[in-house]
């Protein structure tokens, strides 16, 4: 798994009438490999345009380096990531089994090595009934479910969830919450996290990074997040949120 | 985009629990793939279709010739015979590439039916590949007998029973085993004539309810009655398409229900009731 570097990350976004947003100022930051860091802060701190700037699907300045190798000259298939967004789409004139399988169909993976591929990660989810339905006959926290298999199929470098279980209720996030932690660490992957739940980030991750206008402003193990004096972690810890 | 959901979790019991549930379900759930089996029906049945048009525009031409009166009724008959005796040869082979369509179909249809992964031409391919030989062999077995059935019609005697004894024995009696060894052929591995014989022995013993999925699958020999010649090739045409991948579904689901009842539920409980969430 790559060791994945940011360095100096800044992302202005424009609007129309050409004012300025900066989303990201400065943002610099080392995540080691095979752990899940869970990225944490109020809405509008850039949590999002950090994962979408790893993405590649927005312009910035500085640098983001994977192994070494700046993402600049790689493509978005060469930084071979899996993202799953609180804003999924699933294909919805395609049964759940082909929505899970399409990674691995535009990669080519030969039919038989599909379908298994397919049953274990739908049965690792609790979703294996489904695979003959459309998405429409599912709720929305079995679709979450989809998309979240759909990310996990592929055997990618570095795994970006964006807060995945936003269509859970209490149970299933705990209970998927704890799925995403296996996988991670069966797997020996790399994942960042985004959420602006402090429990949610405590339960889940490794290493946290908290983040307040699109800088890096505490990080560390969970317990020393949870000890941190910093006010803004405070204001998270408390669940003071600026929305 | 937003995706529509339920109000509820899909739930195991949700599923269907019957094979006619599963026949229904298959058709709200994969229309579009269905009408891709029906257009790969259409272009394996495109040669035999190909003879039956040459078949009839050449009838049609003779009948013309003898209402004018420029050929002699004897001369018409041994006309009609001949076009008779050439076409049901040349539907023959024509079998062997409906077969070959029909390989693939079945297990696109199996894969559909049994709620697994359906990857179009990979699986038509596969079914192809595993079934050949054996659709080969059952085609042209079937292909002979059908000419030879309709050679039978052909002989010059007056009555019409036996004339057509030959064809409805073939119809009744060989292809329904037959149909046993085709449905047999996509899910087992056994050899032809093992296939033959529990054919015949699994039509015995669901004789009755074999005989109406029979009649299913013989509703083409209905298009003989259409007279207008573009409307028959026309209704044929839709047949292939829209028609046949339906039939093919349910005389799948029907032959796989035989098959758990009398050879999955001990000899392959891995397949039994395959397909469906409640076990038979």
Redesign the interface.
């Known amino acids: 798994m790559p060791k994945l570097t940011i360095e100096n990350l800044k992302v202005i976004y424009n609007n129309k009438k050409g004012q300025e947003t900066i989303a990201l100022d400065g943002f610099s930051y080392s995540f080691n490999e095979g752990s899940l860091h869970a990225i944490i802060g109020f809405s509008g701190c850039g949590k999002t345009t950090l994962l979408r700037a790893i993405l590649g699907f927005v312009d910035y300045q500085g640098k983001i380096l994977f192994d070494n190798v700046d993402a600049i000259d790689l493509t978005t298939q060469e930084r071979n990531i899996s993202y799953v967004s609180q804003q999924?789409?699933?294909y919805?004139?395609l049964?759940i089994?082909?929505n899970i399988?399409s990674p691995l169909k535009i990669a080519k993976a030969p039919?038989e090595e599909?379908?298994e591929r397919?049953k274990a990660v739908a049965q690792y989810l609790g979703i294996e009934?489904?695979?003959?339905?459309?998405?429409?006959?599912?709720?929305?926290?079995?679709?979450q479910k989809v998309a979240l298999a759909r990310a996990i199929i592929k055997k990618s470098q570095l795994y970006l969830f964006d807060e995945p279980l936003s269509n859970f209720d209490k149970q299933g996030r705990s209970e998927v919450r704890l799925m995403i932690k296996k996988f991670i660490k069966e797997n020996n992957v790399t994942a960042l996290y985004v959420t602006h739940d402090f429990q949610e980030a405590m339960t889940i991750a490794d290493n946290i990074v908290v983040i307040n206008n699109g800088k890096v402003i505490a990080s560390g193990s969970p317990k020393e997040i949870y000890e941190s004096k910093n006010p803004i972690v405070n204001q998270l810890k408390c669940g003071v949120n600026d929305e | 985009?937003k995706?529509?959901?339920?109000?509820?979790?899909?739930?195991?019991s949700?599923?269907p629990s019957n094979r006619k549930e599963v026949f229904f379900?298959s058709i709200k759930?994969?229309y579009?793939l269905i009408f891709k089996i029906g257009l790969m029906m259409l272009l394996f049945s495109l040669p035999l279709l190909v003879v039956l048009f040459f078949k009839d525009s050449y009838l049609i031409s003779i009948e013309s010739s003898l209402s004018k009166g420029s050929i002699s009724q004897e001369s018409y008959n041994e006309m009609y015979k001949m076009i008779c005796r050439i076409a049901y040869a040349v539907c023959v082979p024509c079998f062997v590439i409906f077969s070959i369509g029909l390989a693939g179909s079945l297990r696109v249809i199996r894969q559909l039916a049994w709620?697994?992964?359906v990857?179009f031409i990979?699986?038509f391919l596969d079914g192809i590949k595993a079934n050949y030989k054996h659709y080969l062999i059952y085609s042209l077995l079937f292909g002979v007998m059908h000419y030879l059935g309709r050679m039978a019609i052909l002989i010059d005697i007056d009555l019409t029973f036996i004339k057509v004894l030959p064809l409805i024995i073939i119809l009744s009696v060989f292809l329904p085993v037959m149909l046993f060894g085709i449905f047999q052929s996509q899910i087992y591995t056994n050899k032809i004539w093992q296939e033959l014989k529990n054919g015949a022995i699994l039509y015995i013993k669901t004789f009755f309810t074999t005989f109406l999925a029979l009649i299913i699958i013989c509703i083409p020999i209905a298009f003989a009655f259409i007279n207008l010649f573009f409307i028959k090739m026309l209704v044929m045409i839709l047949y292939f398409v829209f028609v046949v991948p339906f039939i093919l579904l349910g005389e799948f689901l029907y032959f796989n229900s035989v098959f758990d009842k009398y050879i999955n539920k001990n000899n392959y409980p891995d397949i039994y009731g395959k397909g469906i969430n409640n076990k038979i």
């Open positions: 999924y789409i699933l919805p004139h049964t089994f082909d399988a039919k599909i379908k397919v009934h489904c695979l003959t339905r459309k998405p429409r006959h599912l709720s929305g926290g079995q679709q | 985009m995706t529509k959901k339920a109000k509820n979790d899909f739930l195991q949700d599923l379900d759930l994969r579009g709620g697994e992964g990857f990979q699986d």
